[in-house]
């Protein structure tokens, strides 16, 4: 049963950040008869949910691992890959969490992170999809799929493995000869061997749409949103109480889900976590030619064009800088005339790119649970790249532990304490 906040009540959960995963665990958090209040410093769905290839991803079985051959960590050294790029100044700042993660993406520890991320990526789709539906979203739901390209031998043989490994997975997986790829896409230039069609992800086209109406949602089931800084959160005698406007609101539980500024906040609190931030960046083309049905990832330069209600949306890999820092969409300039040779591309739609950051940990997996030393203090955060696509599953996990429910995974491998 959902039950409304009333505008004299205290909610029964305050949730800190209105990105996707806040949002979409301030939903579930409805269906499980909870009040709650939704806070941010700014408009919901602007900041780093804002900009993504949109792919609710089923088909991500596998976390995104840190290169451990020596050609292709010199490769990023010397900065010869766009698929990553860094700045030499935040280097000492993320050495720490560079080399747990280059660590944890041992052969073996690595299938902790697979086993770990597994439950969050197979009830993705089924999680957000009865919120779709009832947002009512459809029409921004690309069914699709998305289709992984690969230009030389080495990214076949690996590209091909991946495919293979997925199969145990239970998902659908089909490989295509360059001719194949172009049936499904006829706009796809030359220069590529061939790539493997994943139909079980799905594509939203435009991401800070479905937030809005998630929120609506939300709202129309009688939650709140109000602005406020995180910042200001205290212990209030066996309450949490944050300052917003118009006023001061309290509640027994609050849940940090503020992305890259989560860590922010549990430092403030006394928790040191072992976090890195990834920077991505996009900017979008007008279409030229033939209509894109698909996201294409280009897996030899690291990059993805996906399809949007704005346009053509080119997105890059990683950025590894400080979250703050000035924007240096070097990556994109790299990467524009090369996706052209791949797919025709209008003329260029945003004025200057869009930067967002990503939270990650060492070992691939959010941070989703209590945290240890404060009683009704929850975290949700450290979703990496797939924010979107874990934020209903995650959402419905950490939902769960809140009510004092029976959870449909195990929450062990995503505890704080962990770190």
């Not at 790829?181 to 069609?197: F, N």
């Not at 004025?351 to 967002?356: A, I, K, M, S």
């Amino acid at each position: 049963m959902i039950n409304k906040l009333k505008p004299s009540e205290n909610p029964d959960v305050i949730v800190l950040g209105a990105g996707i995963v806040g949002i979409t665990l301030a939903l579930q958090l409805q269906l499980r008869g909870r009040r709650v209040l939704l806070v941010d410093r700014q408009r919901p769905g602007t900041a780093t949910s804002f900009g993504n290839a949109g792919l609710i991803e089923r088909s991500s079985v596998f976390p995104y691992t840190f290169p451990r051959d020596w050609r292709t960590l010199m490769d990023y050294a010397l900065q010869r890959k766009a698929a990553a790029h860094y700045h030499a100044q935040a280097l000492p700042s993320l050495l720490h969490w560079l080399v747990r993660y280059w660590s944890h993406s041992s052969p073996q520890r690595y299938p902790s992170a697979i086993a770990g991320a597994l439950p969050l990526i197979e009830h993705s789709w089924s999680e957000h999809e009865p919120l779709i539906e009832a947002a009512g979203a459809r029409a921004l739901v690309n069914e699709h799929g998305w289709i992984k390209l690969y230009r030389t031998s080495d990214s076949e043989v690996a590209s091909r493995l991946m495919a293979n490994q997925s199969l145990a997975y239970g998902l659908r997986v089909r490989e295509l000869s360059p001719s194949e790829v172009r049936t499904l896409e006829p706009g796809i230039g030359g220069g590529i061997r061939g790539g493997v069609h994943y139909p079980d992800s799905r594509q939203i086209s435009d991401p800070h749409a479905l937030s809005l109406a998630y929120l609506a949602l939300f709202q129309e089931r009688g939650g709140e949103f109000r602005t406020g800084d995180a910042r200001s959160l205290r212990r209030a005698a066996d309450d949490w109480q944050i300052n917003t406007h118009p006023g001061p609101a309290q509640s027994r539980d609050v849940v940090v889900a503020l992305g890259p500024w989560g860590e922010d906040l549990a430092r403030q609190l006394g928790y040191s976590l072992p976090l890195g931030r990834q920077r991505g960046y996009h900017r979008h083309y007008a279409r030229a030619g033939t209509e894109l049905r698909h996201t294409l990832v280009d897996v030899d330069h690291g990059y993805a064009l996906a399809p949007m209600v704005r346009g053509i949306r080119l997105t890059t890999g990683a950025e590894f800088a400080k979250r703050d820092a000035p924007s240096t969409p070097v990556q994109l300039q790299i990467l524009e005339p090369i996706a052209r040779r791949l797919y025709p591309l209008g003329d260029t739609l945003d004025e200057t790119p869009w930067l967002g950051s990503r939270p990650c940990t060492p070992d691939m997996l959010p941070l989703l649970g209590p945290a240890p030393r404060h009683t009704g203090l929850w975290f949700s955060f450290g979703h990496a790249h797939h924010g979107l696509t874990q934020a209903a599953s995650s959402g419905r996990l950490l939902a769960e532990m809140i009510c004092r429910l029976p959870t449909y995974a195990d929450p062990t491998p995503y505890r704080v304490e962990r770190f």
